[in-house]
């Protein structure tokens, strides 16, 4: 259309880029534990429906430290995330955020350069969680779909 997007429009694009990332995510690690060649199976359909949002949340907060708990250390197996797989979990978090204020906040505008970078970011972090070490990025997708906590 000609003209300024509304609000609804650019509100509706920050729940999508959030959407794409977390769906990104989630199909990466359905792949990995069951597979890309069962993506017609129930056993595919139950992981990929096992991942809920805030567990993810406390996952890419968890790596996204400079010196990473015992646990999560060992969930990783490694003394910490890689730049690539911590750029990815803050723009999950960030993503997050912008999706609950996007969709919830009754005031606020948004303009069309900042949900044209968060839909930006969101393509960089599919990229980079594309590109990241298989084996990290496993560890790491079965630490989002468990429990970050420590107990």
């Not at 509100?11 to 890309?36: I, Q």
């Not at 907060?61 to 910490?80: N, P, R």
């Not at 997050?96 to 969101?122: C, E």
């Amino acid at each position: 259309r000609k003209g300024a997007p509304n609000q609804a429009s650019l509100r509706r694009a920050v729940s999508t880029a959030y959407y794409a990332l977390f769906h990104a995510l989630v199909a990466k690690g359905a792949d990995t534990l069951v597979g890309k060649t069962k993506r017609k199976t129930p056993r595919y359909s139950l992981i990929y429906r096992a991942f809920e949002h805030a567990r993810m949340r406390q996952g890419c907060e968890a790596i996204d430290k400079s010196v990473l708990t015992q646990k999560i250390q060992a969930a990783l197996g490694a003394a910490a995330a890689t730049q690539e797989l911590r750029d990815v979990a803050v723009v999950f978090v960030t993503l997050q955020k912008r999706r609950h204020w996007a969709d919830y906040s009754a005031t606020g505008v948004i303009t069309r350069a900042d949900a044209q970078d968060l839909v930006d970011q969101a393509k960089i972090a599919i990229d980079q969680l594309n590109a990241a070490d298989a084996e990290e990025c496993a560890n790491w997708l079965v630490l989002l779909l468990t429990s970050a906590r420590e107990s």
